[in-house]
């Protein structure tokens, strides 16, 4: 069981940078693959970013290719995504979720941040 708390979200203004960090409890988060999901009113959930166990793989949306960056740093049981040259369109909730390496599903999931991309 892993617990994740997300942090790092707020008002920021077109072409700004904000660092989104998502923090788990429990001695085996460098066993989780680990993703950013976000959700906009009335549009569906979508994956933003992944990485692998180690860090050593990662995968971005087309959307945000280029301007995000995913990383974690396993010592501090800790995932970050690094969001530059901000639009509106990035405005949603912001989710950190994880799934064991075996397991296709996230089944763990934060409470949620909200940014804000104002034009």
């Known amino acids: 069981q892993v617990q994740l708390v997300e942090s790092g979200g707020g008002l920021v203004q077109a072409g700004g940078s904000l660092r989104l960090s998502c923090t788990a409890s429990?001695?085996?988060?460098?066993?989780?693959?680990m993703a950013w999901f976000r959700q906009a009113p009335g549009k569906e959930r979508e994956r933003v970013a992944a990485?692998?166990?180690?860090?050593?793989?990662?995968n971005y949306a087309d959307s945000v290719k280029g301007r995000f960056t995913i990383s974690r740093d396993n010592a501090k049981n800790t995932v970050y995504l690094q969001m530059n040259s901000l639009k509106p369109e990035d405005t949603a909730v912001y989710y950190c979720?994880?799934?064991?390496?075996?397991?296709?599903?996230?089944?763990?999931w934060g409470q949620g941040t909200q940014v804000t991309v104002s034009s």
């Open positions: 429990g001695r085996t988060f460098s066993r989780y693959a």
């Open positions: 979720a994880g799934r064991l390496p075996v397991i296709v599903r996230y089944d763990y």
């Open positions: 990485i692998s166990t180690s860090g050593g793989s990662t």
